[in-house]
């Protein structure tokens, strides 16, 4: 007589002292017994719950089925099925086969009768129950932890401790990831792009909290993350504000969201990183064109040199780029350097630092409603309808103040360098540096370059204009 011996270890089970080797071992002592030559058949850390593909199972009701073997050893029928659908499939195979299942711990079921087939699925659904009630126990517990603005565990969050309740720190108290976190956001909300954080962090020597380098894809991931606000959510929901510290403030992560989830936000058509200075920044001053300029190249130099050009994309006018890219470069020098240069930043940062508190106050208090009225259905002071007309009118209010905190959270490009001793040197650094620069330039201005007059061959700076957002003097 022939026995397939299956077992089957999956990850929830490592911690109950139920491996592999035990199970195989337990299954070889009970085919000795009995006189039985085997079969050995395994799956590794793919559970029988969900019904995902397992080879080794596969490949025993293909044995089962082809008459190669007499019957089935199992630790436990939970080896085996755990899955409704499967176990119901499986019972019908073997029904057909005339294979029986000899479990190591559990009766023996003979599937060629009622009685056997019967244990099988009485069996299987208390298996099954067992793991829906472990399942339904689970997300009543991470209900609970998010409700209470509890960590969920995890892979540890870039800037935070292992346990998730505090910043992670160095031996002299200082926080250099929460420190770069913060800085990232700054970064991007003044324009510099997802590609150039991740080579700052790099360059800074940060890696990913898996130990990899930082690519424009994780920075996106991390200045999306609720966390950095010190928002708890739970299935992808906000729920309350958490234990943990913020690293940003929510006015900070909303700006930067709602700049990151733009429709119009489309950057695989640049490449990852912007080259050249004007790229898809200056427009083009043709009458009625107002066309975005890419960079291109035409004929060569006389020494050789590719000659890099502007081109508009609808009425295809060209500028030479390098002229044009000194030209705008040494109009914002001229600019940074005036003595008025501090009138360029009109808004009131207290002011709007006051606002998005207020509205943070505001998202708190709806939030708790929220919660108050969940607590008054549960206690039958409202009904279904009224319960869903509650929930549906704060979530109204609470998407309101959250485009308000992205307004208010957003950052002005220009802070950083007005806020140096020397503004013009300061701009003369960041050259190359061209998601600063084009930042800066945006926050500024806007730079239309204007057809030259017919026949002039040299160039004339003329053609190149910038008109600045706010009236100066």
């Not at 001793?421 to 239309?448: C, F």
Request: hydrophobic share 35%.
């Amino acid at each position: 007589m022939v026995a397939g011996i299956y077992y089957r270890i999956s990850l929830d089970r490592l911690g109950e002292g139920l491996g592999i080797e035990r199970q195989r071992e337990d299954g070889l002592a009970l085919a000795a017994r009995r006189g039985w030559s085997v079969r050995e058949f395994s799956d590794n850390d793919i559970s029988a719950t969900h019904g995902k593909f397992r080879p080794g199972y596969a490949a025993l009701m293909a044995a089962a089925k082809a008459g190669e073997i007499d019957c089935i050893i199992v630790f436990h029928t939970s080896r085996l099925w755990r899955n409704r659908r499967e176990r119901a499939e499986g019972i019908e195979l073997l029904k057909e086969a005339r294979v029986s299942v000899v479990p190591v711990k559990g009766p023996e079921l003979d599937m060629t009768t009622a009685y056997g087939r019967g244990m099988a699925g009485m069996i299987g659904e208390f298996d099954t129950m067992e793991v829906e009630v472990k399942a339904e126990r689970q997300r009543r517990e991470a209900l609970q932890r998010a409700q209470s603005g509890r960590p969920n565990g995890g892979r540890r969050a870039f800037g935070y401790s292992a346990d998730g309740t505090g910043l992670r720190t160095e031996a002299d108290g200082s926080s250099p990831e929460a420190d770069a976190v913060r800085t990232a956001y700054r970064s991007f909300l003044a324009g510099r792009t997802l590609s150039g954080i991740a080579l700052d962090l790099n360059e800074d020597g940060f890696t990913t909290t898996t130990g990899g380098p930082w690519r424009h894809n994780a920075v996106r991931v991390m200045l999306l993350n609720p966390r950095n606000a010190g928002i708890r959510t739970h299935n992808g929901k906000e729920v309350g504000k958490a234990v943990w510290p913020p690293i940003v403030p929510e006015s900070t992560f909303r700006a930067t969201v709602a700049k990151l989830l733009e429709p119009s936000r489309k950057t695989n058509h640049i490449g990852a990183a912007r080259k050249w200075l004007g790229t898809r920044l200056y427009r083009c001053g043709r009458t009625g064109c107002e066309g975005l300029m890419v960079s291109t190249y035409r004929e060569k130099y006389a020494d050789g040199r590719a000659r890099r050009i502007y081109r508009c994309q609808i009425c295809y006018l060209s500028r030479l780029a390098e002229p044009v890219d000194s030209t705008v470069r040494r109009i914002v020098e001229e600019r940074l350097g005036r003595e008025d240069v501090a009138d360029l930043l009109m808004d009131d940062s207290n002011a709007s630092s006051i606002a998005a508190e207020d509205l943070q106050g505001q998202a708190v208090a709806l939030r708790q409603r929220r919660d108050s009225a969940v607590k008054m259905w549960a206690r039958g002071v409202l009904d279904d309808q009224e319960l869903e007309t509650a929930k549906q009118e704060i979530a109204d209010q609470l998407a309101e103040i959250q485009v308000k905190m992205a307004d208010a959270g957003r950052e002005n490009a220009l802070v950083p360098i007005l806020g140096a001793e020397d503004p013009p040197a300061e701009w003369r650094k960041l050259e190359g540096n061209v998601d600063r620069e084009q930042a800066i330039i945006q926050a500024l201005g806007v730079v239309r370059l204007v057809p030259p007059p017919i026949g002039r061959r040299k160039f004339d700076p003329e053609t190149v204009d910038l008109k600045w957002h706010r009236a100066l003097h």
